[in-house]
């Protein structure tokens, strides 16, 4: 029972840990480190208190610190591979050099942060040009500088927030309606205080449950002769 709800932790863990903590994949993606006078390498050199890991430019710490900055330039990208969501924290990142032919609209979300990117020249800006407040196009890049805040612009937004919530941004043109205390759940029509105790039993008790079903299936296969 015990290796069961060990194992069962083990495979929660990945999406307990700060996003920081987990962007060693995209790191590694491309050998490495940033290169000589990229976009992410310039931006190392004028903080003094970042260093290189693979091709990623973090806070330098005792233990991994945020990632800053990604430089995935001439990687043979034919499409955002999975791994970027782990670089959600950064604020420069480089795609130049790289067969992309598209963005797919949601490969940024929850990049919040990101104030500098460079694309092939051939692809838009993720979100628009009126996502930035800066776009310059040259032979090699197409440079999308200083993310707009969609919620404070004067066009309507496509998906208005429900009553009760606020806009608030999560990517280049993207944005995501949060519940205004005391308000929760769906459309947030619910008013009062989360049932906190009551969602971490269910959670722990469907835990728990699942645990003993895996338990209970490997040991009957164990005794299969």
């Known amino acids: 029972m015990l290796g069961a709800?060990?194992?069962f932790a083990l495979l929660l863990l990945p999406l307990l840990l700060p996003r920081a903590a987990r962007g060693v994949a995209v790191c590694g993606l491309c050998p490495g480190l940033p290169r000589n006078g990229s976009l992410v390498s310039r931006f190392c050199e004028s903080h003094g208190d970042t260093e290189s890991d693979g091709r990623c430019c973090r806070e330098r710490g005792p233990t991994s610190g945020q990632l800053l900055g990604l430089d995935l330039?001439?990687?043979?990208?034919h499409n955002v591979p999975p791994e970027l969501a782990e670089a959600t924290t950064a604020i420069v990142l480089d795609l130049t050099e790289n067969p992309?032919?598209?963005?797919p609209s949601g490969s940024f979300l929850g990049f919040t942060q990101l104030q500098?990117?460079?694309?092939?020249?051939?692809l838009e800006c993720p979100g628009g040009s009126d996502a930035w407040q800066d776009v310059t196009v040259d032979r090699n890049s197409r440079l999308c500088q200083g993310q707009r805040n969609p919620c404070n612009t004067s066009v309507e937004l496509a998906w208005p927030c429900p009553e009760n919530s606020v806009c608030a941004p999560d990517?280049?043109?993207?944005?995501?309606?949060?519940?205004?205390?005391p308000f929760h759940g769906?459309?947030?029509l619910r008013e009062g205080t989360f049932p906190?105790?009551?969602f971490g039993g269910i959670?722990?008790?469907?835990?728990v449950s699942l645990s003993l079903l895996l338990w209970g299936t490997q040991r009957r296969k164990a005794k299969t002769p």
């Open 186 to 188: 769906y459309k947030c």
């Open 116 to 122: 500098s990117l460079a694309v092939p020249p051939a």
């Open 5 to 7: 709800v060990g194992g």
């Open 100 to 103: 992309l032919t598209t963005l």
């Open 196 to 198: 906190m105790l009551l």
């Open 203 to 207: 959670l722990g008790t469907a835990t």
């Open 171 to 181: 990517g280049p043109g993207l944005i995501q309606c949060l519940c205004d205390g």
């Open 73 to 77: 330039s001439n990687c043979s990208l």
